[in-house]
Structures are given as structure tokens and as C-alpha cells.
T-cell receptor, first 115, second 109 residues
Framework: IAGITQAPTSQILAAGRRMTLRCTQDMRHNAMYWYRQDLGLGLRLIHY???????GKGEVPDGYSVSRANTDDFPLTLASAVPSQTSVYFCASSDSGTGGYNEQFFGPGTRLTVL | GQNIDQPTEMTATEGAIVQINCTYQ??????LFWYQQHAGEAPTFLSY????GLEEKGRFSSFLSRSKGYSYLLLKELQMKDSASYLC??????????FGAGTTVTVRA
């Protein structure tokens, strides 16, 4: 049982380059999320998707885009990376029904450094 | 916007009790979560409160007062493996989570 996988584990990227972070879940969760985690700031929501085919903007969406072509995959793309996008990126997923906790399950993270 | 406050750091002795407070001001409320995050790892779910009161789960308990915008996580019989960051997160009216910056707990022998 994999849960949520992310790739790559870590990456060093030159500023201006395009980069796609991959996220796949096998729990058949409707909702998926992308967060960045920076020291002293906690987890901040970048983009989310409540169901396949729909996406929404979170707290810090600028410079990032997402797509949700199917239930399992939710890639995050940096069109032209800048040093301020150096961070640890976590993908998460959850059920989205009205019953239950619907807690979010997190992937192992991608450590991205933009030089 | 959302405002979630928790202390930055706490230190306690093995076997002791530590209480991590969290205060919040959010637009809408659909539950409060506590997550544990060990250094270099992903956050993992610890507890959930949506009604006022105390939820107990083994050595960990979580309390919520919606009228005060206040929660705490109580860790009892501390063990060295409890050294981690503890994240308070509030689910708002749109069912999105907003996280506090986290409280780093260090357990000393």
C-alpha cells in the first residue's frame, strides 16, 4: 500500500527553468492539495482540487499551476522557477464527503532548491 | 484571512506532560486538526475536534472551545520519540485547512 507518492525526492534547479513535481495517490480520494512548507511559516496551500477535472487557488498560487486529469494524479508545475520558490513541497489527499474526519494524508515531500 | 497561533518551541522531560495551546480566528469553522511532524518527514494525523470538549486517544488528548477559538494538545508520559513539531490546523467554511506555524517539542532525558 503506497498511499501518496511524490517525485522527485529532491531537486536543484536553475532559476528560469520549468519544473513539474509529481504526486500520485492510490486511496481513491476525491480531494488533493499542494502545500509549501517554509521555516517559521508552516504549511501554506498553493492549489487544490476537490475532484477530478476541477482545481482552485490556495493562499500562495502565484508562479504555480496544477491540473487534475484523473483521480490519482495531481502534478504541480513551476513555469519559470525563482529562488523564492525554494521550499519543501507536500502533496496531500483526503475524502471530501460530509461524514467522517476527512483528514488529509500527506506524501513524503519534495525538497526543491532554486539557484 | 486565517490567523492561527501556537508557541514556537517547548521543552519537557521524559515522562512529563506538555500542553500545546492553539488559538485561531478563521472565516468559518469545520473542525480542528492536530498533526505530528518529525524532522524531515511528512505530517501525520493525530486528532480531530469539531465539537467542544476533550477527545482522548491513548497518551494524546485534544481539547476544543469554539466560543474561545482555542484548542490544546496534551501529551502525557512523554517519550523521546515524541520530539517533533506539532501542527494545529483549522478547516474553514470552504473545507480548506489553514495551518499554524507549528510547535517544536523537545523531550529531554
Amino acid at each position: 500500500i503506497a498511499g501518496i507518492t511524490q517525485a522527485p525526492t529532491s531537486q536543484i534547479l536553475a532559476a528560469g527553468r520549468r519544473m513539474t513535481l509529481r504526486c500520485t495517490q492510490d486511496m481513491r480520494h476525491n480531494a488533493m492539495y499542494w502545500y509549501r512548507q517554509d521555516l517559521g511559516l508552516g504549511l501554506r496551500l498553493i492549489h487544490y482540487s476537490n475532484t477530478a477535472g476541477t482545481t482552485g487557488k490556495g493562499e500562495v498560487p502565484d508562479g504555480y499551476s496544477v491540473s487534475r486529469a484523473n483521480t490519482d494524479d495531481f502534478p504541480l508545475t513551476l513555469a519559470s522557477a525563482v529562488p523564492s520558490q525554494t521550499s519543501v513541497y507536500f502533496c496531500a489527499s483526503s475524502d471530501s464527503g460530509t461524514g467522517g474526519y476527512n483528514e488529509q494524508f500527506f506524501g513524503p515531500g519534495t525538497r526543491l532548491t532554486v539557484l | 484571512g486565517q490567523n492561527i497561533d501556537q508557541p514556537t518551541e517547548m521543552t519537557a522531560t521524559e515522562g512529563a506532560i506538555v500542553q500545546i495551546n492553539c488559538t485561531y480566528q478563521t472565516s468559518g469553522f469545520n473542525g480542528l486538526f492536530w498533526y505530528q511532524q518529525h524532522a524531515g518527514e511528512a505530517p501525520t494525523f493525530l486528532s480531530y475536534n469539531v465539537l467542544d470538549g476533550l477527545e482522548e486517544k491513548g497518551r494524546f488528548s485534544s481539547f476544543l472551545s469554539r466560543s474561545k477559538g482555542y484548542s490544546y494538545l496534551l501529551l502525557k508520559e512523554l517519550q523521546m520519540k515524541d520530539s517533533a513539531s506539532y501542527l494545529c490546523a483549522v478547516r474553514d467554511g470552504d473545507y480548506k485547512l489553514s495551518f499554524g506555524a507549528g510547535t517544536t517539542v523537545t523531550v529531554r532525558a
